[in-house]
Nanobody, 120 residues
């Protein structure tokens, strides 16, 4: 089994910064993609940013220039540096990992979610 442990959420004032971190552990042969999604109340979960084991990244337009994703394949971790936070960034943030349990077999895992609240 695979577990994702998230940390770094909290309350911050507009213009401030937070860093979210996620560590994967368990039966992982290799990482395909790790990333962060967020979910606003009553809305669908949406991609914030993700990164492949090869280092390719995708970042949502709404956070480009403010958020930066990075990963460490050896440690099986991913982090999201969030700068210049805005009240509209307030959401539950979820770590996501798509992993190879063995050659040719992938599974999609989610963390429990961590609350990020940005006050004005």
């Amino acid at each position: 089994q695979v577990q994702l442990v998230e940390s770094g959420g909290g309350l911050v004032e507009a213009g401030g910064s937070l860093k979210l971190s996620c560590a994967a552990s368990g039966s992982i042969f290799s990482i395909y993609t790790m990333g962060w999604y967020r979910q606003f109340p009553g809305k669908q979960r949406e991609l914030v940013a993700d990164i492949t084991s090869g280092g390719s990244t995708n970042t949502a337009d709404s956070v480009k220039g403010r958020f930066t994703i990075s990963g460490d394949n050896a440690k099986k971790t991913v982090s999201l540096q969030m700068n210049n936070l805005k009240p509209e960034d307030t959401a539950v943030y979820y770590c996501n990992a798509v992993v190879y349990a063995k050659v040719g077999v992938t599974y999609n895992y989610w963390g429990q979610g961590t609350q990020v609240t940005v006050s004005s």
